[in-house]
């Protein structure tokens, strides 16, 4: 059958996928987060896995559910902890699509106790997290292929193009805003595929399964080359 058929693109190989947003911790009651549903990599997660992968996904705070076996899930919450489970489970992946949005900035303290409200503002000091692709980039092997997102607003193309070289990634998916249909919270996505030699590939606007299948051809074409 042509879904056993399938199973054979990515058969007994490992690998990572990350999805949806972090959330970093203010208080015991609040934090600071982003809208990203996990959508777009549970669909990554399920594709892969029908294509035969033992895939890892590591998952921030999501209400998705995952529809294949050969998914072993890790859930995580703030960007600290999807860079730990990152670390632990890249070294023996063949891939890692990272297509969480993780949080840049997260808070220096955080406070033991529930903030309570006073007099004036309240300002809540920030630092960078690590850029945990940007790190994969650095630790890959080229047997390893590696594959971001961008989300850009501005100068699409060329933000793209500067993550995809500064990470080192074999791919980078940009995703394109100026698309009513596309975006979080949306069932639908508009991307660009960008990869390493600036081939650029411009889909239309499907489904976010379909979208996905677009991605792990694209990623089952680079391993078995
Ligand atoms: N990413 C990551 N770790 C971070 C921030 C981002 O691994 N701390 C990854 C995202 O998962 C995505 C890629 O980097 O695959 C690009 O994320 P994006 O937010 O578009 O770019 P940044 O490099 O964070 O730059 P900026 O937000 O300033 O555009
Ligand atoms: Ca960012």
């Not at 895939?55 to 921030?60: C, E, H």
């Not at 955080?110 to 790190?135: C, F, M, P, R, S």
């Not at 949306?186 to 600036?198: A, E, G």
Request: proline content about 2%.
């Amino acid at each position: 059958s042509s879904a056993f058929k399938k199973k054979l693109l990515l058969a007994n190989h490992n690998i990572v996928v990350t999805a949806g947003p972090t959330y970093e911790a203010i208080d015991p009651v609040r934090f600071i987060g982003n809208h990203s549903s996990g959508k777009m990599g549970f669909a990554i997660a399920d594709e892969l896995a029908a294509m035969g992968a033992n895939v890892t996904l590591i998952s921030g705070p999501s209400a998705e559910v995952s529809h294949q076996q050969n998914i072993k899930r890790i859930n995580v919450t703030s960007a600290a902890e999807m860079f730990t489970a990152c670390e632990n489970n890249f070294k023996t992946a063949k891939a890692c699509i990272m297509s969480a949005a993780v949080a840049d900035y997260t808070p220096v303290h955080v406070a033991e106790q529930k903030i309570k409200k006073q007099d004036g503002g309240l300002n809540i000091e920030l630092k960078k997290t690590t850029d945990i692709l940007k790190h994969l980039g650095e630790q890959k092997t080229p047997e390893q292929i590696l594959v971001g997102f961008a989300l850009e607003t501005n100068d699409e193309e060329q933000n793209a193009i500067s993550k995809l070289q500064r990470k080192n990634l074999d791919f980078i998916v940009l995703n394109s805003l100026n698309d009513a249909g596309a975006g979080f919270k949306k069932d639908t996505n508009k991307v660009t595929i960008i990869d390493r030699d600036l081939q650029k590939t411009v889909f239309e606007l499907k489904n976010k399964e379909a979208v996905a299948l677009d991605i792990c051809l694209k990623i089952a074409q680079l391993i078995n080359r």
